[in-house]
């Protein structure tokens, strides 16, 4: 298990030199993540995280609006929670999750292209909840979703 969760964080590491890196957004995944202090950043609307709830450790920028467009305006927000002097080193990384994943494409390239080194969660929550029923004994014991 201890070398899995290392394998994972080089892959994290390396990857973050090339470009954005999506993985699956599995419970496994979101707990290694917390487990190596990689931020886990939801940029869903707040409409839409009232319906679905969100994972207790994430921050909420909203970076997407509910009709999909990037919200440039929240640039600032995010820069200033993650000071790009700190986070242009590539060992550290910052995870990205919506509700398919596929919205994370667009903002990773704008944050890549300021500097940032991105994760996205592939999948999203839709991916996630549906392994969290598959594994509901292990998720049930976690309780890792709260809601707004």
Known sequence: MKAKGLIIL???????????????????????????????????????????GMIKWAINIPMISRYGSILYSNLHTFKRQFPLKWWRDPRRSIALITKTGLDAI??????EQQGYHIIIL???????????????????????????
Do not use: C, H, W
Request: proline content about 5%.
């Open 10 to 52: 080089l892959l994290f590491s390396f990857t973050a030199l090339f470009g954005f890196q999506r993985i699956p957004a599995t419970l496994k995944t979101v707990l290694l993540l917390r487990k190596y202090g990689i931020p886990l950043v939801d940029i869903r609307p707040k409409q839409e995280i009232k319906f679905t």
């Open 106 to 111: 667009p903002v990773a390239r704008l944050l």
């Open 122 to 148: 592939s999948g999203g929550y839709n991916y996630l909840f549906k392994d969290m029923l598959l594994n509901m004994d292990k998720f049930l014991t976690l309780d890792i979703i709260k809601r707004l």
